[in-house]
């Protein structure tokens, strides 16, 4: 009887580690924007577009696509704040860093809800950036 409530045990720490490791991983898409990788997200910035990083402060001062604004998610990220960067109708790429950094997802479908029109998910982030040998500052 022990060894099947040691296993019971087990079975639901591992599942709760499980789902609590499920929800730092962004989303594949977000409903309203389009999903872009490196090349199209470079594409975009060739275009001129506005790139909205969502990152922490010390991410922030690390390194950043170059002329991107900083609007921290969970301090300064609001419909006022993205409306002082960017019009409704501009294109918008908002990144983070990459597939388990979910402050993307979370601002982009803000974005969407805010009326945004021309929304860039650009999941894979700063280090998709990198690796793909794009500029930094």
Same mark, same amino acid.
């Given at each position: 009887m022990k060894l099947i409530a040691k296993l019971f045990a087990t079975a639901l720490l591992l599942a709760f580690m499980?789902?609590? #490791?499920?929800a730092d991983v962004s989303p594949m898409t977000?409903? %309203?924007a389009t999903t872009v990788d490196a090349a199209q !997200?470079? *594409?975009?910035?060739?275009?001129g577009a506005i790139f909205i990083d969502v990152r922490s402060d010390k991410d922030?001062?690390?390194g950043r696509v170059p002329d991107a604004y900083h609007l921290e998610l969970k301090s300064n990220y609001t419909e006022a704040t993205l409306g002082?960067?960017? #019009?409704k109708d501009q294109a918008v790429v908002i990144y983070c860093? %990459?597939?388990?950094?979910?402050?993307?997802?979370? !601002?982009? *479908?803000?974005?969407?809800g805010w009326g945004y029109?021309?929304?860039?998910?650009?999941?894979?982030?700063?280090?998709?950036?990198?690796?793909?040998?794009?500029p930094v500052e």
């Open positions: 499980g789902s609590a #490791a499920a977000v409903e %309203g !997200a470079k *594409a975009l910035f060739d275009e922030w001062a690390a002082e960067k960017v #019009a860093n %990459g597939e388990n950094c979910p402050r993307s997802a979370d !601002a982009s *479908a803000k974005a969407v029109s021309k929304v860039y998910y650009f999941r894979d982030g700063l280090p998709a950036w990198m690796s793909a040998g794009y």
